[in-house]
T-cell receptor, first 113, second 111 residues
Framework: EAQVTQNPRYLITVTGKKLTVTCSQN?????MSWYRQDPGLGLRQIYY???????DKGDVPEGYKVSRKEKRNFPLILESPSPNQTSLYFC???FGTGLNEQYFGPGTRLTVT | GQQLNQSPQSMFIQEGEDVSMNCTSS?????WLWYKQEPGEGPVLLIA?????ELTSNGRLTAQFGITRKDSFLNISASIPSDVGIYFC???????????FGTGTRLKVLA
């Protein structure tokens, strides 16, 4: 089944404790992206990747890192999480240029205390 | 950052009624995407639009890519209870790989 998977689905952590949220897709998509969703603000793009080893900032990249070492994986790293990063996070992927239909994972709900 | 103005924010309609929502911006987009999100799930793609003026249907859903490339609308005809959810527009900014999402339209259908 074609899908985008994220792990974990739920995470409660404390301020400053480094964490990684994994994202994997099995559709051979070149483009992958991370979003955060907050009430009243819709989805905001954090980082995106056009291909392996090619990443760029979205609208809200502060406090986040990403890497794209393999085509199928695009982890989101929070080196020192803070309470304002409490949010619902989504990973998405698409074939890329010319075929921009992004498919979303199920989401990761992160709480930073 | 850039913004997509999506309206209305919420709608309460009777089953069987038609629904219309739209997104506008001062920025120009290469692609418009429309999504539906239900509680506890990720957004699900409904319609993708790639050309200015393009009108595309998916069952009871119809969406258009505005001629100016700065807006798009989504129509739902003959609404049914399972249409309940939050609908989002998203646009890929021209000349970039960035996507901007609208703030969503919350739809409730009364049987």
């Amino acid at each position: 089944e074609a899908q985008v998977t994220q792990n974990p689905r739920y995470l409660i952590t404390v301020t400053g404790k480094k964490l990684t949220v994994t994202c994997s897709q099995n559709m051979n998509h070149e483009y992958m992206s991370w979003y955060r969703q907050d009430p009243g603000l819709g989805l905001r793009q954090i980082y995106y990747s056009m291909n392996v080893e090619v990443t760029d900032k979205g609208d809200v990249p502060e406090g986040y890192k990403v890497s794209r070492k393999e085509k199928r994986n695009f982890p989101l790293i929070l080196e020192s999480p803070s309470p304002n990063q409490t949010s619902l996070y989504f990973c998405a992927s698409s074939f890329g240029t010319g075929l921009n239909e992004q498919y979303f994972g199920p989401g990761t709900r992160l709480t930073v205390t | 950052g850039q913004q997509l103005n999506q309206s209305p924010q919420s709608m309460f309609i009777q089953e069987g009624e038609d629904v219309s929502m739209n997104c506008t911006s001062s920025s120009i987009f290469n692609t418009w995407l429309w999504y539906k999100q239900e509680p506890g799930e990720g957004p699900v793609l409904l319609i993708a639009l790639y050309k200015a003026g393009e009108l595309t249907s998916n069952g009871r859903l119809t969406a258009q890519f505005g001629i100016t490339r700065k807006d798009s609308f989504l129509n739902i005809s003959a609404s049914i209870p399972s249409d309940v959810g939050i609908y989002f527009c998203a646009g890929q900014l021209r000349g970039t790989y960035k996507y901007i999402f609208g703030t969503g339209t919350r739809l409730k259908v009364l049987a």
